[in-house]
């Protein structure tokens, strides 16, 4: 499906950018924090898994931040995303964030009562201090093995820091990207994403 391209009013008056992958008589959808750098194209992981989600009953939020790399106002940027969500009559939201993002959703998770999960791939510490107040919402954390930028060492700082429910996986032979395992990689977020927009 052709995704829509929506404007995210923001606290500072500007609005960030973003596609929506939109199905019908929904209430859930998958913020994908900083899923869309591309222009007006967006490919790779989160449309993957935001196409394979739509027969789910799942919209896909991806989310072109203000100002890339400047934690708080990225932070802001996603926590808009989520009251935008709600107002389009989304009441349960999961956030995923790859990278620097995965540091944007352990940071925005704890500030909105409609967010229900959050998915963290290949993420920096820096900005993911506050992982503990991600519960009583399941984190799932992601790392590949052969990530060189940023070591599998970084997920398990942030598994240390979080209280249950947390999960940690690694993919072997992944690098940073996690192109290596995306055979692996795209059902596992389905299901887990999927399953906790799903339950009770």
Not at 1 to 16: D, F, H, L, Q, Y
Not at 18 to 43: K, N
Not at 125 to 150: K, N
Request: proline fraction near 6%; glycine fraction near 8%.
């Amino acid at each position: 499906m052709t995704p829509r391209k929506v404007a995210i009013p923001s606290a500072a008056g500007e609005s960030a950018e973003a596609l929506l992958y939109h199905t019908g008589g929904t209430d859930r959808a998958v913020l994908w924090a900083g899923g869309w750098r591309d222009g007006e194209s967006a490919t790779g992981l989160p449309v993957d898994v935001a196409r394979a989600l739509l027969p789910r009953g799942v919209s896909s939020l991806l989310l072109r931040y203000r100002a890339p790399y400047e934690l708080p106002a990225c932070v802001d940027d996603a926590l808009a995303s989520v009251g935008w969500l709600e107002r389009e009559g989304i009441v349960r939201v999961a956030m995923v964030g790859h990278s620097f993002s995965g540091a944007v959703v352990i940071s925005a998770a704890s500030r909105s009562e409609r967010v229900v999960a959050v998915a963290a791939l290949a993420s920096q510490t820096y900005g993911a201090t506050g992982a503990a107040l991600v519960s009583p919402r399941p984190l799932l954390l992601v790392h590949g093995t052969e990530d060189e930028r940023l070591a599998p060492h970084c997920s398990e700082q942030i598994y240390s820091w979080a209280r249950q429910p947390k999960d940690l996986r690694f993919l072997m032979g992944a690098s940073h990207s996690l192109r290596e395992a995306r055979g692996d990689l795209v059902p596992l977020l389905v299901d887990w994403l999927a399953g906790k927009l799903d339950a009770d």
